[in-house]
């Protein structure tokens, strides 16, 4: 998988999934921006689909 198509794939699902997500909003509100990140990292399946993307471009 090219770098470029590795981007495009990122930022859709940043669009789709992570832009108007209410569990980051809820936790952004509640614990603090660092709290809702790790959560998207650690607990999220999107998070985890972005880990894997993100392999790629290493």
Do not use: P, S, W
């Amino acid at each position: 998988m090219k770098k470029k198509e590795v981007m495009m794939e990122v930022g859709l699902i940043l669009d789709t999934y992570c832009q108007d997500c209410l569990l980051k909003r809820v936790n952004q509100h509640d614990y603090g921006k660092c709290h809702a990140q790790r959560f998207c990292i650690t607990e999220c399946t999107v998070g985890d689909e972005l880990k894997q993307l993100g392999k790629h471009l290493t």
